[in-house]
Every structure is written in C-alpha cells, then in structure tokens.
C-alpha cells in the first residue's frame, strides 16, 4: 500500500515538475505547482514549493561528488540505511545502504556525469529533481531523468527514486 502512494506522489510530482518546466505554473514570477487533487489520496492537496536550502545543498554535494568520481563521497549523502529504486526496468533495481549505493553508482553510472537542469521541487520530505547526464566531457547530452528524493529528518537521502529516464533526441 505504502509504495503505490508513494508511486503515486512521485508520479503527480514529476508531472508538477514538468509542468512547471514548461511554464503552466502561476502567471506571476514565483512558481507554483498544484498537483490535481484527483492524483491524491481524499482530501490532499499538494503544493509544490523550490527545494530548502539545506536539500538543494545536500542535491549539490551529491552531483559534485558525483562527477568526481567519489562514489562513496556521493553516497553518505545517503541515510546510513538508504536506498536506490531504479524502476527502469523489470523487476525494480533495489539497493540498500551507503557502501552498496557508493557500489551500485560506480558500476553503472561510473562514466556519466551528472548535471541538475531545473530549480528541485520540495512537497513536504519529497523532492524532484530534473538533471541531464551526459557520457564524458565535452558531450553536450546523453539523456534526462526525474529523480526524486524521500528526505529524512536529518537532511539525508532515505530513498532516491530513478522515476524516469529519456535518452537525449538529436
């Protein structure tokens, strides 16, 4: 039960984060993303606001360890008992803990480098986070995905959620 809703969160928030991304936000300078109330359980709302300080910073150290190469850098931004769900394929990829996310980066991810492409949407410990990847330097795009991101209550990743992945269209 607990993961449909939180399939359910995460989907309506990737589509206020593309909505947003595409300008069907407010008509004033702030954004502002109202998920349908259908896509919610009865009686929710949910109002997307530009991610904390503190998690966009957390999303920053993340990427910058990321495209260093520092795998185990990049994954104690993790929660000691973390996980990564990469639903790209079937079944869903599931890895646990900081020393196995540090492993699972580095064996597939190891030679892509990670840049954010849009401001993070925060509602409430969810987090979305656009970011194009591309294969090694000077390569301009190798694909996007929406990743998005359960935030413990120590600022820390408690889950990440690979949502989607787009290959780059030339």
């Not at 000691?80 to 900081?98: M, Q, S």
């Not at 979305?128 to 591309?134: D, G, L, M, N, T």
Request: glycine share 8%; charged share 20%; hydrophobic share 45%.
């Amino acid at each position: 039960m607990r993961a449909h809703l939180v399939i359910r969160l995460t989907t309506s928030l990737a589509v206020v984060v593309f909505l947003v991304g595409c300008g069907a936000g407010s008509a004033s300078s702030q954004p502002s993303a109202v998920a349908s109330s259908s896509a919610l359980p009865n009686g929710w709302t949910a109002v997307a606001q530009p991610a904390s300080s503190e998690v966009i910073a957390t999303l920053e150290g993340r990427i910058a360890a990321y495209n260093r190469g520092d795998f185990e850098a990049a994954a104690s931004y993790w929660a000691e008992d973390g996980v990564l769900l990469e639903y790209e394929g079937e079944p869903c990829t599931e890895t646990r803990g900081r020393e196995a996310i540090a492993a699972r980066l580095e064996e597939v991810y190891g030679s892509i480098r990670m840049d954010a492409v849009g401001t993070p949407l925060q509602f409430g410990r969810l987090v979305a986070e656009p970011v194009r990847f591309r294969p090694a330097p000077g390569v301009d795009n190798y694909g996007e995905a929406m990743l998005v991101f359960e935030m413990d209550e120590d600022g820390k990743i408690a889950v990440e959620y690979v949502t989607f992945w787009m290959p780059a269209t030339e």
